[in-house]
Nanobody, 121 residues
């Protein structure tokens, strides 16, 4: 599976962005998907995950109520709707695919290249 993340950019505090993660291959609908992020000088951290069937989602406390993860298996694409953005959300966002519905980056097999989100205050 190859993943291509897109949708990042510069946004003012309080604004919104929708990140997309397009996957190649026919097995997208068998993989759990997740978003992680890495801010400058910080370690990569979990943001959100969605089960392969879309019925379960999990969020980091820092984004709960502001971000929404979703997927469209017919389009082989996962999304991260990010609302009420603040400066703490500035980071490179990575999408990941794997067979473990988890907050642990180590359990995801495939990774996208990352898309930069910059929130200006």
């Amino acid at each position: 599976v190859q993943l291509q993340a897109s949708g990042g950019g510069l946004v003012q505090a309080g604004g919104s962005l929708r990140l997309s993660c397009a996957a190649s291959g026919r097995t997208f609908n068998t993989y759990d998907m997740a978003w992680f992020r890495q801010a400058p000088g910080k370690e990569r951290e979990f943001v959100a995950a969605i089960h392969w069937n879309g019925r379960s989602t999990n969020y980091a406390d820092s984004v709960k109520g502001r971000f929404t993860i979703s997927r469209d298996n017919a389009k082989n694409t996962a999304y991260l709707q990010s609302d009420s953005l603040n400066s703490e959300d500035t980071a490179v966002y990575y999408c990941a695919a794997g067979s473990a519905y988890s907050r642990s980056a180590a359990l995801y097999t495939y990774w996208g290249q990352g898309t930069l989100v910059t929130v200006s205050s």
